[in-house]
């Protein structure tokens, strides 16, 4: 079993739907990021997550430290918002544990 | 400056041949991390630096892979007699200090394929 599970591993929605993207972990201490990898680029940190709730745009990550999960949903989704969607968690101080990733692909 | 920046962006090199790959990371970052994503796989972490020390380099493959960060800024990963299986890219990473509460700014990366 992963340490650090994400679903879907691969997402095709229109343009406009709601997406959400779930991370699942049984490692780490109390914070995770949401980072995402557009094809042949580098990594975008978007949320780091200790409580509660984080809102950007039309980004918003959730977490829940007791159960060990968060989401990643975006809300009114664009084909520019494609590309990889990771859930990374503090393994330690410094030390990220990396989810599989999720591909998102949205159709006009 | 005002991101991470990492060079080369792309480099191809021979089997057995020596290289090194530079990162600069946000001014004033005291933390800086080196991690490796092969081709389908998440990053996996090889070393991290507090100041000018390697406080972690547990990551590091096997004793071809050497780091350095001598003035606190600007670090760079050595990788002798490289390997086919070194082919990946490698990711670096900063933060003003190390734990869950300061931001990571990742650079774009350096794209290695060894031949």
């Not at chain 1, 975008?44 to 745009?57: A, D, I, N, R, T």
């Not at chain 2, 990946?88 to 003003?96: D, E, G, N, R, T």
């Amino acid at each position: 079993k992963n340490e650090v599970e994400q679903s879907p591993q691969n997402l095709t929605a229109q343009e406009g739907e709601f997406i959400t993207i779930n991370c699942s972990y049984s490692v780490g201490i109390s914070a995770l990021h949401w980072l995402q990898q557009h094809p042949g680029g580098g990594i975008v940190s978007l949320f780091m997550l200790s409580s509660g709730k984080k809102k950007h745009g039309r980004l918003i990550a959730t977490i829940n430290i007791q159960e060990k999960h968060s989401s990643l949903h975006i809300t009114a989704s664009h084909p520019r918002d494609s590309a990889v969607y990771i859930c990374a968690v503090f393994y330690s101080n410094y030390q990220l544990i990396w989810g599989a990733g999720t591909k998102l692909i949205i159709k006009p | 400056g005002a991101g991470v920046s990492q060079t080369p962006s792309n480099k191809v090199t021979e089997k057995g041949k020596y290289v090194e790959l530079r990162c600069d990371p946000i001014s004033g970052h005291t933390a800086l991390y080196w991690y490796r994503q092969s081709l389908g796989q998440g990053p996996e972490f090889l070393i991290y630096f507090q100041g000018t020390g390697a406080a972690d380099d547990s990551g590091l493959p096997n004793d071809r892979f050497f780091a350095v960060r001598p003035e606190g800024s600007v670090s760079t990963l050595k990788i002798q007699r490289t390997e086919r299986g070194d082919s990946a890219v490698y990711l670096c990473a900063s933060s003003f200090r190390p734990g869950p509460y300061y931001g990571y700014t990742f650079g774009s990366g350096t794209r290695l394929t060894v031949v």
